[in-house]
């Protein structure tokens, strides 16, 4: 896959190295996608659940809800739940996104009590066979590995900023290989971006909330 380097439309605002990689855009579009399009990971919508890695001490268990375990500001990837404290037939679940985020606590009981931030389960205990701090599970939010422009208010995962087109692509017939940079600096004025996002700060942030090093610059503000 040939990887862009010469820049005539100024899309670069800075020095930083670039980091780019080969990806597939979803089918979609009324028109081919411009360079330098906002890129976000759509999620399949999928669900599942499991006890962590080498499994638990407490016999209790995580259960998804029926009809809405995925929210609408879910993003792929494996959320951790984790017991940081024990109790007779309970217990307390810290709840981090897939970027390590911690997004919330939840309290283990009997019954339940739901979990919905994000992801929506409860964690029930069993007195007897009670957890123990480090106990937890797994909750993984599929991901379709597609790509798609970006939308702030989208709720498939896509909302989060995840990459810059590198090149331009249409993708209005089939799905379509591409490249896409996953580091650098990039000037706001330049880029496709969705009205959604309002302004060049506003992205970069969340770029910095997703841990990801692409930086967002506007022309008013450089040098």
Request: aromatic residues 8%; proline residues 4%.
């Amino acid at each position: 896959m040939f990887y862009p380097a010469f820049d005539p439309s100024n899309l670069r605002a800075g020095g930083a190295d670039l980091i780019a990689r080969d990806i597939t855009v979803a089918m979609g579009g009324a028109a081919p996608y411009m360079r330098g399009t906002l890129l976000g990971r759509a999620s399949d919508g999928a669900a599942s659940s499991a006890a962590k890695s080498g499994g638990n001490t407490g016999t209790g268990g995580l259960v998804l809800d029926a009809t809405t375990p995925r929210l609408a500001n879910a993003i792929p990837g494996v959320y951790q739940v984790r017991c940081i404290a024990a109790a007779t037939g309970a217990g307390t679940f810290r709840v981090s996104d897939p970027q390590g985020r911690v997004i919330g606590d939840v309290a283990a009981s009997v019954s339940g009590v739901a979990f919905a931030d994000q992801v929506k389960f409860v964690v029930t205990a069993i007195t007897g066979h009670d957890f123990i701090v480090g106990d937890g599970f797994d909750i993984t939010i599929g991901a379709t590995d597609k790509y798609v422009p970006c939308v702030a208010s989208a709720i498939d995962g896509s909302q989060v900023p995840a990459a810059v087109l590198a090149a331009d692509t249409d993708a209005t017939g089939a799905d379509a290989a591409t490249v896409a940079y996953f580091a650098g600096e990039f000037a706001f004025e330049k880029m496709t971006v969705d009205a959604s996002w309002t302004s060049a700060a506003a992205l970069d942030a969340a770029f910095r909330q997703a841990g990801l090093p692409i930086y967002i610059r506007s022309l008013g503000v450089l040098g």
